[in-house]
């Protein structure tokens, strides 16, 4: 990592945009400054009622990933959501969080990881869930009982001690679902509890849960 005396504010992105469009936004994001990102195929979900009448619900998304300094992603957003439109609804969602290291192609230090107190003006939180594969549409369904608007669905594989079974020898591991759901503040107690009774994910082996503050957001619509 770097030295402290060169340590500055590090944000994650994350970026849900429309399915073929992950390549084209990471060019972008290079001539911003940004080194690389990760892209992730994901299904969003919506509750159009025609959509779903028409099997049409499970909408085919990718998720957008980088870390970088703050003053980056705050230019690297405008730019994006210049170029892609996220002021018309539909065509992406694009939030940050804050990050206190990365190591890989270009090492950041967090400038305040110590800080605390002060103002609170967070307005969403990201709620992530990592659950069995097959149980991601019951945590959108726990979810929208509770006021969530939808959320993305990505393929993951857990690594769990206790959750690997053997075939021919070979270690196999269980197939996992993450759920990205962005919430308002005021309603994420109530979607988290809803997600954990429906699920019981304060059991062993049933999941986790966990929340994050959101400094910014692009193309989110009350």
């Known amino acids: 990592?770097?030295?402290k005396s060169e340590a500055i504010d590090i944000e994650l992105i994350c970026i849900i945009i429309n399915f073929g469009l992950g390549s084209k936004l990471v060019k972008?994001?290079?001539?911003c400054g940004i080194k690389g990102g990760t892209v992730l195929l994901a299904k969003g979900t919506t509750s159009n009622r025609i959509l779903n009448y028409m099997g049409l619900s499970d909408v085919k998304k990718e998720v957008v990933i980088f870390v970088c300094d703050k003053e980056t992603a705050i230019q690297t957003l405008e730019k994006i959501n210049i170029e892609f439109?996220?002021?018309r609804p539909n065509n992406g969602i694009a939030f940050t969080t804050s990050i206190c290291a990365s190591i890989g192609s270009q090492n950041y230090n967090?400038?305040?990881?110590?800080?605390?107190?002060g103002v609170n003006h967070t307005m969403y939180h990201v709620i992530t869930i990592i659950?069995?594969?097959g149980r991601a549409e019951d945590v959108i369904d726990a979810a929208t009982k509770a006021g969530s608007k939808g959320g993305t669905i990505i393929n993951g594989r857990g690594s769990g001690i206790h959750e690997t079974s053997k075939l021919f020898s070979m270690d196999i591991e269980p197939e996992k679902e993450i759920v990205i759901i962005l919430s308002e503040v005021d309603k994420?107690?109530?979607?988290v509890s809803s997600i954990n009774r429906d699920l019981k994910i304060d059991e062993p082996g049933n999941g986790i849960i966990?929340?994050?503050d959101v400094n910014k957001?692009?193309?989110?619509?009350?």
């Open 210 to 212: 966990y929340v994050q």
């Open 28 to 31: 972008t994001a290079k001539r």
């Open 85 to 87: 439109k996220f002021c």
């Open 217 to 222: 957001t692009y193309g989110v619509y009350k």
């Open 131 to 133: 659950v069995e594969k």
């Open 1 to 3: 990592m770097v030295n």
């Open 110 to 117: 967090c400038n305040n990881i110590q800080k605390k107190g």
């Open 188 to 191: 994420t107690e109530a979607i």
